[in-house]
């Protein structure tokens, strides 16, 4: 993997206690939490990794843990394993390091014997669905209202967590499918009106179309941030769209250029 960027860095899994309190403060960091409050405190990525878990760290050729992503296994004899978290440190972003990453809990997976590794996303911020649709190949098998509980931390505060379900098949090639033939002329269920207010065109799910699309703001965090209550009514409104599509046979299989997943039914 070394013509990937950031190819100096070495990637392991994270054995000692010195590395697990590290790892925890990164993720605080990300999430924007005090260390005490970490999304996987170091105590817990003891116990994940002694029960078989997937805690691997990304170093930088100085000896700075700059990633993180943890793994937990399925229940016994499952071939899945279910990817929890990521997360990257500030000043790193940008440089591969999240790809490689996934790829190197990918190849943990597959000497351990896995045929899946699953995980959820949110589907608003776009960034993320280009990176586990177009770039890792993932297939996105649901949508889920309310995945969490309410979250408090400063990336998740105050929006309701609805997140898609990805499925990664580790016997197929890393990276996107093709889009279907007319995906860029697909009639669009979710787009954005005057003043950036979310459209939902529901009549189109129920017509002969097997190609839609849903629009998604290129920006979400930083439109919420802005303007929360426009970013609930984006929420809102993409829920409903989300789960018409899922009720009505469709799936989403990517992003196109102009950040519309681009949804398919099977006939």
């Known amino acids: 993997m070394n013509e990937e960027p950031g190819a100096g860095l070495r990637f392991a899994e994270v054995r000692t206690h010195a590395e697990r309190v590290d790892a925890a403060a990164l993720l605080a960091a990300v999430w924007g939490v005090p260390p005490a409050e970490s999304p996987v405190p170091s105590d817990l990525m003891a116990a994940l990794s002694h029960a078989g878990g997937c805690v691997l760290g990304a170093w930088t050729a100085e000896g700075t843990l700059v990633g993180v992503t943890v793994g937990l296994s399925g229940a016994p004899h499952s071939d899945r394993i279910y990817s929890y978290i990521a997360g990257v440190a500030k000043g790193f972003a940008g440089a591969g390091i999240g790809r490689r990453l996934k790829l190197a809990q990918r190849e943990w997976a597959l000497q351990r014997g ?26 996105v098998t649901g949508f889920v209202p309310d995945y969490y509980p309410p979250m408090t931390d400063a990336v998740n505060a105050g929006d309701l967590p609805d997140r898609f379900v990805v499925e990664w098949t580790l016997a197929e090639p890393v990276g996107g499918r093709p889009l279907p033939d007319g995906a860029d002329t697909a009639r669009v269920v979710l787009s954005p009106a005057a003043g950036g207010e979310p459209t939902v065109a529901l009549d189109a799910i129920g017509g002969p179309d097997a190609v839609l699309r849903v629009w998604v703001p290129a920006d979400i965090e930083g439109l919420r941030a802005g303007d929360a209550e426009l970013g609930r009514r984006w929420r809102l409104a993409s829920r409903e769209a989300f789960l018409a599509l899922f009720a009505a046979g469709f799936e989403a299989v990517g992003l196109d250029s102009d950040g519309h997943y681009v949804f398919v039914r099977e006939v």
């Open 114 to 139: 896995a045929s899946y590794v699953i995980w959820t996303y949110d589907p608003l911020i776009r960034r993320n669905g280009h990176f586990n649709l177009n770039r890792l190949g993932g297939r």
